[in-house]
Nanobody, 125 residues
Framework: QVQLVESGGGLVPAGGSLRLSCAAA????????VGWFRQAPGKEREFVAFINWSGGITYYADSVKGRFTISRANAKSTVSLTMNSLKPEDTAVYYC??????????????????WGQGTQVTVSS
C-alpha cells in the first residue's frame, strides 16, 4: 500500500502562484507515474496533469496548459505541480494519484490505485 501526501495548498489572489507537492509515505513516489486531479464543490473530480516515472512525458488538461507545470525530483521523491496565473475557477481540492493500472486511460480517475487526501487551493477574485 502506498500512502500519498499532498502539501502546499492555500489561499492566493487571482493571478498568483502556488506550488503543490506530492510525496509517498512508506515507498518512494519515484517508482510511479503520477497524476494530479482536482475537485471543485459540486463538480466531479477532473484530470489536471500527468507525469511518467522518468519525467520525460507530461500531459495537461487544456484548462491549465501554459499555466501549470508538473515536474518530479526523484532524488527527493516528490512530484510538484507549479501553478501560475491562478484563476478563481482553479479553486478546488487537489489530489495526487499514483499506481497507474496497465492499459488504463491516464486522464481517468479509474486509472490509479493510490490517492492522497487532497490539499485545498482557493483563488480569490
Amino acid at each position: 500500500q502506498v500512502q500519498l501526501v499532498e502539501s502546499g495548498g492555500g489561499l492566493v489572489p487571482a493571478g498568483g502562484s502556488l506550488r503543490l507537492s506530492c510525496a509517498a509515505a512508506g515507498r518512494t513516489v519515484s517508482d510511479y507515474a503520477v497524476g494530479w486531479f482536482r475537485q471543485a464543490p459540486g463538480k466531479e473530480r477532473e484530470f489536471v496533469a500527468f507525469i511518467n516515472w522518468s519525467g520525460g512525458i507530461t500531459y495537461y488538461a487544456d484548462s491549465v496548459k501554459g499555466r501549470f507545470t508538473i515536474s518530479r525530483a526523484n532524488a527527493k521523491s516528490t512530484v510538484s505541480l507549479t501553478m501560475n496565473s491562478l484563476k478563481p475557477e482553479d479553486t478546488a481540492v487537489y489530489y495526487c494519484a499514483a499506481g497507474l493500472k496497465g492499459g488504463a486511460q491516464l486522464r481517468s480517475i479509474q486509472a490509479y490505485n493510490y490517492w492522497g487526501q487532497g490539499t485545498q487551493v482557493t483563488v480569490s477574485s
